[in-house]
């Protein structure tokens, strides 16, 4: 069975650190490009940062600086070390993969909440 599961999340203050972690299981990862999206009540998801199987990355704007995105290939995990956290951080957040030859992000894992309180 395919699965992604994150970890880390939880309740922080502003200016405090967290780790995400993805871990995913059922098949090797190492080729898929991976990506840490979020909901935030009554928004829509988006993308925050994602890594592709080249190692390039990409950030959103309001998190370049302070979030950085990572994998391990060899264990198939996916890293998202939020630093500088701010209340507007606050969200579920969603591990994704994106297969090979797929044109969108087609495997998703349950989500995770992150709250910031200032």
């Known amino acids: 069975q395919v699965q992604l599961v994150e970890s880390g999340g939880g309740l922080v203050q502003a200016g405090d650190s967290l780790r995400l972690t993805c871990a995913a299981s059922?098949?090797?990862?190492?080729?898929?490009?991976m990506a840490w999206f979020r909901q935030a009540p009554g928004n829509e998801r988006e993308i925050v940062a994602s890594?592709?199987?080249?190692?390039?990355?990409y950030y959103t704007d309001s998190v370049k600086g302070r979030f950085s995105i990572s994998r391990n290939r060899y264990q198939n995990v996916v890293y998202l070390q939020m630093n500088s956290l701010k209340p507007e951080d606050t969200a579920d957040y969603f591990c994704?993969?994106?297969?090979?030859?797929?044109?969108?992000?087609?495997?998703w894992g349950q989500g995770i909440r992150v709250t910031v309180t200032s």
């Open positions: 994704a993969a994106q297969q090979v030859g797929s044109p969108k992000y087609n495997l």
């Open positions: 059922g098949r090797t990862f190492s080729d898929h490009a």
């Open positions: 890594i592709r199987r080249s190692g390039g990355t």
